[in-house]
């Protein structure tokens, strides 16, 4: 792990008076559900503590799938940096040119998983806020 990366996310936790609500152990089984148990795998955006932009992204029209397990997820060793993460349990499924997109929607599906887990959450517009501090 890195050591000063450590050491920021530390004074950042400290200087903003923040509270650890998730840990290694949930994430990793939010991941694992997920993974498992949700029809498709949700699009989803990640702020960093360490990062001083929010991510922005068009959450209410997702196109694509989230990538839970590649380079788009942080590895456990940096759990640790996560702020928070909005999530979006559905999608647009394409069926042509002529035709209106299906909208596939997994949110019973994902508030089963945060119940399941643990994992408490906020709902804003149909996308969900995972807290990792607050």
């Not at 994430?27 to 991510?55: D, G, N, R």
């Not at 979006?88 to 042509?96: D, E, V, W």
Request: with cysteine.
């Amino acid at each position: 792990m890195n050591k000063s990366l450590n050491k920021k996310v530390s004074q950042i936790i400290q200087q903003r008076n923040l509270h650890s609500i998730m840990n290694n152990t949930k994430w990793t089984e939010l991941i694992s559900s997920i993974i498992q148990e949700m029809p498709f795998p949700p699009a989803f955006v990640i702020k960093y503590l360490t990062s001083e932009t929010k991510p922005s992204i068009d959450m209410m029209a997702c196109h694509y799938y989230g990538d839970w397990t590649g380079e788009n997820f942080p590895s456990v060793e940096y759990y640790f940096n996560i702020e928070w993460m909005k999530v979006q349990p559905r999608y647009y499924k394409h069926r042509g040119k002529l035709v209106s997109p299906e909208i596939v929607d997994g949110s019973k599906e994902f508030e089963a998983i945060l119940d399941k887990c643990h994992i408490p959450y906020e709902i804003d517009n149909e996308v969900y806020c995972i807290y990792g501090y607050k």
